[in-house]
Structures are given as C-alpha cells and as structure tokens.
C-alpha cells in the first residue's frame, strides 16, 4: 500500500495483484514469537483469508491510534458469489472502504479497491441491485466498529461474526483524534473475526468438555516429539475453563468438568487442584488470591515453533474458539526455533505456579562475581602456615585470606563495582575480626570425596515441635532459636558465657583508657549461657545473626521484624511493614541491610537506621518463604511458595532472574562461596542447582524424601550440605556437580537443559538422626558441620 499523505505512517500490508494479502514481519519479535500478546488468533478461513492488526503507538506524541484490520476480497465477483460467506465479505469491505473514505485516505481507499476489482464490478454495473442493502449493511457496520474504536476490542454481536469482519482496537486511556491511522503491525495470524465474536460468547457450557476432549484427543495423538510439548497445554487450559465455567455460574457443568478431568493433571499439581476444587461459586474466586492470580497474570508455555504451528493448524481447522480465546488471552506463548524439547526437559523446568519463565526473563546481566576486600595487614605468627594457605580459595562471607595470591582476583570481570551500592566502612573490630578468621583459615580442613567433614549436631529437647528458627554466628560462638511460644533463645555454645552491659551508673565509673575496658564494661553478676529475648507476639520464623555478632534480627507471625542487642539483650527496633506472617529474614554479609519475606508475597531490603523499607520486592504470586543475600551483598534470592525462586537487584530493586523447576514450595536457598551458583530447596525432596550467570538450571539432586530445609556451602565451595525433614544431612559433591557445565549459546537461547541422572554418584554421605529434623545447618570456619534441630518423638 502506498504512504498515506496526511499521516505520513505506513501499513505494514503489502497487497499484491493476485491472491490474499501478503505479511510484512512486524517490526517488535517474529510475529508468532516473543512478548505478550504474540499468541497468533485463529478462526475459520473463509472468504479468501484476512489480515489482523495490532495497534499501536503512532507519531503523534504517542496519542492512540485505532489499527484497522484490512480483509481481502474474493479473487473474482464469480468466486465470491458462489461462496456462502461472500455477502458478509463484501459488506465488511464495503464499511472498510467507507471507513476510508470518511478519514480522508483517498490513496489507500484506491488501492484497496484496485486490489478488490471493485473499480472494474462497479463500471460492468455488476450486482448493482444489491448495493443499497449492501450499503446500509455497511454503515451500520461502520458505526459498530466506530463506536467500539476507543476502548478495548469489542467483538461483533453472536451470530454475525462472519469471516472477514473488520476490527478496530484502540487504547482505553484516550480515543483517537478523527483522520488518524496507526501504522499497523501485523501478525501471523489466519483469521481475527472468529475470535473476536467468541470475546463476549461465553461458550457453551455443555461444549466445555467436548472442546476439552477434542483438543486432549488430537494432543495424544500427535507424534512423540510434539506430544511432550503439547501436554503442558493441559493443565492451563482445565484451569481456567473451570474458572471460566464456575465464574458464568455454570455450577453442576464446572463440578462435571473438573470430575472428568482433574485426574489428567501432572501430579505436581495436585495441591493446586484441591485448592480448586474448593472454589465452586463465583463468590468463591473474589476471595482467593492465588486463582486472581492465576487468572490475571499469564501462564508461560515454551513450545517450539513446530509443535505451535501444529496447534493452531488443529485449532484453525477445529474451529475451536473457546480455547482458543483462552490462549490468546490468559497464556504466554514463548516460541523459539529448534527441536522440540523432550518429556524430561519440559518435565525438569515445569511446576510453579504460573508456568516457566520467559527467557527474556534470565538474560539482563548479573554481576556474581565477589567484592574486592579491603587491605588488610595479617601480622603472621607462622610463615609456614601462611605458605600452606596460599592453596587455599576464599571462604563464603569473607573471602579475603592473603593479600599477595589475590591480587589477580581482584579484577574479577563478573564482580559488581566497588561503590555499585553503598556498603558499611570496617570498624576496628570488624578488622579484627577478619584477622582472626584469616588465622582460622589456615587450620581449615580441605574437604572432598576423601575428606568428609566431622558433624556436630544440637538438639533442642522439650522444644515440643515449637522450634520454628535457627541461627549460628559465622564464628560459631553463639547459636539462637526462634520458638513458637513467641520467644527468642540465644545460648553459648563456648566456655565463654553470654554477659550484659552494667548499668549507666556503673559506667560511669570506669577508666575510658585502660587496655580492657571492653571486658570492665561488662556485668559479671548477668553471666549465663542462655538469654531468653521477649517482645514478640507470636512464633518467631526467621533469626538472623549480625557478622559482627552485636545484633541478632528475629521475624515473626506478628508481623514484625525485631533488632536485639547482643550486649544489653534488649529490643532496640520493631521494623514494620508486612501485614502478615514474616517467614524469614537475613542479614546481609556486610552488615547494615536486610532482607525479610512474608505471607504478603512481597520480599523487602531494610537497613537497619530506617523505619521504612528501602526496596520492595514484589512479583511472587504466592508467600516468601526464604530469602538469602548474594556474597557480594548487591542480589538478594527469594523462594516462595509458587514454586519459583528470584534473584533480585539490590540497586534498583529489579528481579534479573527468574527459576522454574521445583514441585513444591521452596524453603531453603544457599549462594556458593564464589557467587557464580545458587542451590535450592523445596517439599518436593529435591535440590536443584543453578547458574545465576546463564540463568540455567545445571543440577538435580534426588535423595530427600521430605521437605529440605537447610542448605550450605562448605567454606570453600567443594561440599554442599543439605538437611530434611526426613531427619537426615546429606552432603553432595559440589566440585563435581559444577565441572564440565553445558552452557553454550543454544542452550542458553532456547533453554534446553540435559540434566545427568548422577545423584547417587554425588552422594557422599547420609547422616541419620535418631527423630530430629534438620532445621539448621552452618560450616565452622574450621569446615566442621554444625546441624540443628528440635528432637520429634514419634
């Protein structure tokens, strides 16, 4: 088609002399490919085929402009009279050209006609008896489509919805200025109008199962490789039919529905569909958050581009409308080009609650690698020693061990900048510290296959299942337990006993400048091993030590978060900002921030001089159960109860990845010590391992048969330890898991993951306790395991 004159936008339809309208690819993906909204429509052909348009934004300031949906004639006045949908065709193109005409689009006004050998019927006077009842059609069509040109696409009333139909789609927030043609991206898309009438059609009801069948019929009926991939359709597709039915008040067809069907679902989806089952009226749905959910954001299917044209060959020829419409508008097609991907790749990424992640989702660019440490001076006590630690590599929170073997590290490309967010200066004590633990490092155990670490594991008796927390200092001095009684325990686990600051008056009487006054200021009279921390009004779920040892942070199901001092073990700030229950919550590595995630299904960044949340992380469609920082203190992970875990940006409080995978809620999360890997935890029993860089799910292991709750890297990587509710620890070949990964650029791109079936050979060790679920577990820096857990009689 010609430039328009007056609006100087182009329509991205090439009309050619012969045959239908040939597709421009339009200019944002592949037209059947990424991005919402991409799912091509289908409907019966008829008529000689047609073109779809999509709006969008025009050159005007970005004012919205309705696109025109441009069908074809027939090829010959003869052919289109002989076929039974040639009067509705001819009517549409008919308020089409008048459409034209009243906009002032002489140009493509004549082309159109040209195309449409219109000019040549009307000069043989060809059909002239018909042209007023054609006419008055027309306007009346027009004026249904012009009335429906600002808001959203409205569809043709039922029954006159013919092939062909012309459809303006605009923007709800303000209607177009008249004369004004949007450039029109067109898509892959075999007929618009069939859909549209089935938008304000319900269906019906009776047809649901029919429908249903038909579709599940051809699906296991296609070849194997397609097969696999179709099946992810199923489940989608059954649960919003039966919100779809539930929803019209068709009752006693949705409870048949569900009853025929419910049994097809992937069992990983059981817990899901007893929630559904559950909703039978529509009253039912307003107050279900999950099902809003599930309604309103878009499940994503990856499906290769074969097995989608496959599809929406079936669906086009099926006529099949109602699921259709259910595609296009409640799923996310995400189709890339490619073999088909096998049952156990779909079957290894699938199972939250909205479907896979889309792969845009996992390529912005994450920076894993770690901090660059501060110099510090190391006064040696052993020149040996400091030889034999040059081998080693740096430990998970405090990496720095010699300044001298380090310095081509410090220019690790992955790393974030220095100054990328702003991070608390060393005290004098922090310093100190670091030097210790440098000297601890020294005396580390190097662990391998050959090397297992020694284990020593707390049990809290007469907890009566009411211990719901653990935390252990990264020097292992202290260990806390958050109880269901609403209160936190902090005991000792040294010789050396928990102490209180002496009062004000006493103080005051100390020598500011002597050598010990850190040892005077403290009361002698308060020393214990234990100290119990009152304040909150219900279980504490989440304990969280400072890495300098002075604070410890508890969450609760009060809805709060407590700071607690560890020198006057006194509540020195109740943080407040959930609503609800608050499952867990972390300290970063640096100290100052925090993370915390609850029952509201947001996760949120504090620090520690602030009231309010610095960030909040919103986009899980379910609780927050678990949340870890990155080593470099710049991502924090969450992992929630829609069975997907995020990685997101401290800076600007963006999520850069998204993991699919798990079958069950996710409670436990653990970052390597070099930031490259995440390892995760769920009810389904497995542990899956990912690279943050890629974005790739590169390891599986099974072995749990219960919910893991605790995961951890040894202090140099080599070793992943696990704890479960089946009351074993389990520690896993991290070296091995890690090397030979496949992340090429295919792989990457489309997502195919080959996941080797080695557990067993990764499986270095099963530790059973006698009745206790493993709650806890924390690598000393002498890479000797600490376990906890509250002792369960059977």
């Not at 054609?134 to 009346?140: G, K, V």
């Not at 290894?348 to 920076?367: D, I, Q």
């Not at 306790?769 to 000797?784: A, G, I, M, Q, W």
Request: hydrophobic share 35%; net charge negative; with cysteine.
């Amino acid at each position: 088609m010609a430039a328009l004159a007056e609006e100087q936008t182009e329509a991205a339809v090439k009309l050619e002399p012969e045959g239908p309208p040939t597709l421009l690819p339009p200019q944002a993906g592949d037209g059947a490919g990424e991005g919402g909204g991409t799912t091509p429509s289908n409907g019966p052909s008829g008529g000689g085929g047609s073109v779809a348009a999509a709006s969008s934004a025009g050159g005007d300031g970005g004012t919205p402009k309705p696109a025109v949906a441009m069908p074809a004639a027939a090829p010959a006045p003869a052919a289109a009279a002989s076929e039974p949908g040639a009067p509705h065709d001819r009517q549409t193109l008919l308020a089409v050209l008048q459409f034209l005409r009243q906009s002032n689009l002489r140009e493509a006004e004549e082309a159109l006609r040209r195309e449409a050998r219109l000019l040549e019927e009307a000069a043989a006077g060809s059909g002239v008896a018909g042209e007023p009842d054609c006419a008055e059609a027309a306007s009346a069509l027009l004026s249904r489509v012009s009335a429906s040109a600002p808001g959203p696409v409205v569809p043709d009333p039922p029954g006159t919805g013919a092939p062909g139909s012309a459809a303006i789609s605009g923007s709800a927030s303000g209607s177009s200025g008249p004369g004004k043609v949007a450039s029109v991206a067109v898509e892959d898309q075999p007929d618009v109008s069939a859909v549209l009438s089935a938008y304000n059609q319900q269906g019906d009801p009776t047809m649901y199962e029919e429908y249903y069948s038909g579709l599940k019929h051809f699906i296991e009926c296609s070849l194997d490789c397609h097969r696999a991939e179709l099946s992810q359709l199923f489940y989608p597709l059954f649960v919003h039919m039966y919100l779809e039915l539930v929803y019209n008040q068709h009752e006693n067809e949705a409870k048949s529905f569900f009853e025929k069907f419910h049994g097809d679902q992937e069992c990983y989806y059981q817990d899901d569909l007893r929630v559904l089952s559950s909703l039978t009226k529509k009253e039912h749905m307003k107050g279900n958050e999950t099902m809003l959910d599930f309604r309103t954001s878009k499940f994503v299917l990856r499906i290769s581009r074969d097995s989608y044209q496959l599809l929406k060959r079936h669906l086009q020829e099926k006529q099949n409308n109602q699921i259709w419409n259910i595609v296009q508008e409640h799923l996310y097609i995400d189709i890339f080009d490619g073999m088909p991907r096998s049952k156990q790749q779909i079957d290894a990424m699938v199972g939250s609650l909205a479907g896979e992640a889309k792969r845009e989702a996992n390529k912005s660019k994450v920076f894993f690698g770690l901090l660059k440490e501060p110099e510090i001076e190391v006064p040696l006590d052993d020149e040996d020693e400091e030889g034999e630690n040059e081998e080693g590599k740096p430990k998970k929170k405090k990496p720095k061990k010699d300044n001298i073997g380090s310095k081509s590290k410090k220019q690790d490309p992955n790393a974030p900048p220095q100054n990328r967010i702003p991070l608390p200066e060393l005290k004098d004590s922090d310093k100190l510290d670091k030097i210790m633990n440098m000297k601890e490092t020294t005396k580390r155990v190097r662990l391998g296959p050959d090397c297992l670490p020694s284990i020593c594991f707390y049990t809290f008796l007469n907890a009566y299942q009411g211990l719901t927390a653990v935390d252990v200092t990264d020097d292992s001095s202290l260990i806390a337990g958050g109880f269901a009684d609403s209160t936190v325990r902090v005991w000792s686990v040294t010789p050396r006993k928990l102490r209180s600051v002496k009062q004000a008056a006493d103080l005051s009487l100390i020598d500011k400048e002597s050598d010990d006054v850190l040892e005077r200021i403290m009361d002698e009279k308060t020393a214990s091993e234990l100290k119990i921390l009152y304040g909150h009004s219900g279980p504490v779920y989440g304990a969280s030590f400072s890495p300098d040892r002075n604070y410890l942070l508890s969450s609760s199901e009060d809805g709060t978060i407590r700071l607690w001092s560890l020198q006057t073990f006194t509540c020195l700030v109740g943080y407040k900002g959930h609503n609800y229950p608050v499952w867990d919550t972390q300290f970063s590595p640096y100290g100052y921030y925090f993370v915390s995630g609850g029952h509201d299904r947001v996760a949120r960044l504090w620090a520690t001089d602030h009231y309010q949340p610095l960030r909040i992380f919103a986009g899980h469609l379910a609780d927050v159960n678990c949340t870890r920082f990155h080593p470099n203190s710049n991502y924090v992970a969450t992992g929630s109860a829609d069975r997907t875990v995020r990685l997101w940006d401290v800076l600007n409080g963006n999520c850069v990845r998204i993991f699919t995978g798990h079958k069950g809620p996710i409670h436990s999360l653990t970052f390597s010590p070099n930031g490259r890997f995440l390892a995760t935890g769920a009810t389904d029993g497995r542990v899956l391992l990912w690279d943050i860089g890629h974005g790739l799910m590169v390891g599986e292991l099974k072995g749990h048969t219960d919910t893991v709750c605790s995961l951890r890297f040894s202090r140099d990587g080599e070793i992943l330890a696990s704890g479960s509710m089946d009351n074993t620890v389990r520690l896993w070949d991290a070296i091995k898991a890690f090397e030979d990964l496949e992340t090429d650029d295919f792989t990457t791109a489309t997502g195919h993951i080959n996941l080797p079936e080695n557990s067993q050979e990764l499986l270095l060790g099963t530790y059973m306790t006698k009745s206790t679920p493993v709650v806890h577990l924390h690598f000393t820096r002498r890479n000797l395991v600490l376990a906890a857990g509250a002792y369960s009689p059977q």
